[in-house]
């Protein structure tokens, strides 16, 4: 599938399918900590604050949307703004087929174009494809926090894996 993925900046009208892939995970896995669906007007707000320097990109297989990634301010305050956060949600049956790593590779060179020091991924350490997935691409791990979310009655850990793109 890879070979036939269409990467795209996101527009404002692909915020339902950008929540519904989201909503997804939201009520099946653990790879959000976010345990209520969000509301489309949730994820406009979201997509309202990104922009150029933040991209929100879109996979498409056959015209049909198969997966989203996007940077996002990693902390507001003033001295982290060469740091940003990547994130990287598919449909259940596009996993495994490169989209993933079709879609970070691009956030990769754009945080690059853009003047980012660092990307940070906050990944739950259960998310062994998603940790995968960041190391092949020169991601380390720099910090385990343990239990620090709860989830589907059980406590979980959070990976921040890194990669220095200077």
Same mark, same amino acid.
């Given at each position: 599938?890879?070979?036939?993925? %269409? ?16 909503? %997804? ?28 320097? %933040? ?78 997935? %960041? ?32």
């Amino acid at each position: 599938m890879a070979s036939s993925v %269409h990467l795209r900046d996101a527009r404002a009208s692909d915020c339902q399918v950008i929540s519904e892939i989201y909503n %997804h995970y939201v009520l099946n896995d653990t790879c959000t900590y976010t345990e209520e669906i969000e509301t489309l007007s949730e994820r406009e707000q979201w997509f309202e604050g990104h922009g150029p320097r %933040h991209p929100v990109i879109i996979a498409e297989s056959a015209g049909a949307v198969v997966g989203w990634g996007s940077l996002s301010t990693f902390r507001e305050r003033s001295a982290y703004r060469f740091c940003t956060e990547d994130s990287v949600y598919l449909r259940p049956e596009a996993r495994g087929q490169g989209v993933g790593s079709a879609l970070l590779r691009e956030l990769i060179v754009r945080a690059r174009v853009h003047g980012f020091h660092t990307i940070i991924a906050g990944i739950s350490a259960e998310q062994t494809a998603s940790v995968a997935l %960041h190391a092949k691409f020169g991601f380390t791990t720099v910090a385990q926090l343990r239990e620090v979310g709860f989830k589907f009655n059980r406590w979980l850990d959070v990976l921040y894996m890194e990669l220095m793109l200077a």
